[in-house]
């Protein structure tokens, strides 16, 4: 539902009621990923979509007919339709499951202050139940970053189970599903109860921008900062060299850093979804940031060279005492082969490879390649559903 943040604010501010259409399982190829919603106010404006096109009108008129009917959630599934041609269906082969459901904005005053905090720019999960008993089915909670919770699913143990769920989601910054209670019995939570009942709760999460460090200011970091920038990163471009590490040569950079890049990248903050691109390649500053990074639970590091340059940097770091297990998550020489000449072109190569190893893809062209092309995300390390 977050792709129409800014119009649900508007009418959950104002109190219109509005039907919410939400795509809630993706199997196979489809053009759009869970959490991806459709709106319908009471005059028939819309906003939004959950496929792109191929099953628009269909969901529309459901919407139209749960707001106007004030009917209980329904669910449904649109898969490949080729027998009839007037059939509601998805051309790409894939499966989507969608939930349609009336939203009354007094009935959850914590949909509107989440919101508000995603309209500020602030981390926000909301906890959507979309499967499970029906008293329960389209409730929903806000869990912020930092605080407490908003909203409750009646039973304090499951909002705590769900709450947990969500956080660690917020830390990955990742839009997910997740399983609570079931296992034959009152299954126990990740922080401490029981949750009496089985349900599935979609974790839609606003995070904070994810970051690329790019160090070295050069050329190629003022075009892959631009890239950076275009694909949603928070970046920031690092050099220990004052005359070249200006603002004026790196106007799409969130912040140009002066400092000897091993010493600012064990002062800042990273997470999971950090990528780390090393340009400089000249050993004084490579082997000492390199050394650190291959430490760190980051998502990406890369590496700027030529295979001699990366022959010789693959040496430096294991006299260094960098472990073999360390120098495999070492992409180096940087970027997916696609002949890049220019820094554009290379810039489009590093963000290529920084795509595919996020998504866990081969990078090779989908006409060689056979299978679904949107694969689903995989589950995240260590996020275990409560059962």
């Not at 900062?225 to 970046?235: D, E, I, K, P, T």
């Not at 400092?259 to 082997?287: G, N, S």
Request: a negative charge; proline letters at 6%; one cysteine or more.
């Amino acid at each position: 539902m977050l792709n129409i943040t800014d119009t649900l604010h508007d009418w959950c501010h104002e109190g219109r009621p509005f039907a919410l259409a939400t795509v809630i399982d993706v199997r196979g190829s489809a053009p759009l990923p869970v959490g991806t919603a459709l709106a319908v106010d009471a005059d028939g404006n819309a906003v939004g979509g959950v496929s792109g096109g191929c099953v628009e009108a269909a969901v529309y008129e459901l919407a139209r007919q749960v707001l106007a009917d004030r009917a209980a959630p329904a669910r449904v599934s649109f898969g490949y339709s080729d027998s009839d041609a007037l059939a509601a269906g998805l051309t790409c082969g894939g499966e989507i499951g969608v939930l349609v459901q009336r939203v009354e904005p007094g009935a959850q005053p914590h949909l509107a202050a989440a919101l508000d905090v995603v309209i500020g720019g602030r981390p926000s999960a909301v906890a959507h139940v979309v499967d499970g008993p029906g008293e329960l089915v389209g409730r929903m909670l806000h869990i912020p970053a930092e605080g407490t919770y908003d909203g409750t699913l009646g039973v304090e143990s499951e909002d705590r189970a769900v709450v947990a769920h969500a956080r660690a989601l917020l830390r990955a910054g990742r839009t997910a599903s997740i399983e609570v209670g079931g296992g034959g019995g009152e299954a126990e939570n990740p922080d401490g109860g029981t949750c009496p009942r089985k349900f599935t709760v979609l974790v839609h999460v606003h995070a904070s921008r994810p970051r690329m460090l790019i160090f070295g200011a050069v050329d190629f970091a003022a075009a892959l900062s631009r890239a950076g920038s275009f694909l949603g990163y928070r970046v920031t471009v690092c050099d220990a060299r004052p005359v070249f590490a200006t603002p004026a040569r790196f106007p799409h950079a969130d912040e140009v850093v002066t400092e000897w890049p091993h010493r600012y990248l064990a002062a800042t903050e990273t997470d999971a979804r950090t990528v780390v691109c090393v340009l400089t390649h000249d050993a004084k500053f490579d082997i000492p940031l390199l050394c650190l990074a291959l430490t760190l639970p980051v998502g990406y590091v890369g590496a700027m060279g030529s295979r001699r340059t990366h022959e010789r940097r693959v040496d430096l770091l294991r006299e260094a005492g960098v472990s073999q297990d360390q120098l495999e998550r070492l992409h180096s020489p940087i970027g997916l082969d696609i002949g890049a000449l220019t820094p554009e072109e290379t810039a489009i190569s590093i963000t290529s490879e920084i795509i595919a190893q996020t998504n866990r893809a081969t990078g090779r062209p989908l006409s060689h390649s056979t299978g679904p092309i949107h694969v689903p995300a995989q589950p995240l390390p260590g996020l275990v559903t409560a059962s």
